[in-house]
Nanobody, 119 residues
């Protein structure tokens, strides 16, 4: 059974930090590119950042560049996103996404974790 389970969300004040984790199971993690998306109330889901299957390539949305860092541990089947200097605009549900590099239709989503940035 394929699972992506996010954790690490919560409430934080502006300027604070959080580290999200996404633990994968049920598929061969190393053959999947991983991405983080977020969806704020009333807005469309947007791509936050991406990491390639072996971790040598990352990319970020302009809105988070320099503040967020994505990493992965293929031995633990886990992807992380370190979020620093958080802003109220970062408030959203954050989702982990896995996309196979071998089979285009193999795309998986986590259930999401809430991040709230407020004073």
């Amino acid at each position: 059974q394929v699972q992506l389970v996010e954790s690490g969300g919560g409430s934080v004040q502006p300027g604070g930090s959080l580290r999200l984790s996404c633990a994968a199971s049920g598929f061969t993690f190393v053959w999947y590119n991983l991405s983080w998306y977020r969806q704020a109330p009333g807005k469309e889901r947007e791509l936050v950042g991406f990491i390639s299957r072996n971790g040598d390539t990352t990319s970020y949305a302009d809105s988070v560049k320099g503040r967020f860092t994505i990493s992965r541990d293929n031995a633990k089947n886990t992807v992380y996103m370190q979020m620093n200097s958080l802003k109220p605009d970062d408030t959203a549900v954050y989702y982990c996404n896995a996309r196979s590099v071998l089979v285009a239709q193999n795309v998986y989503w986590g259930q999401g974790t809430q991040v709230t940035v407020s004073s």
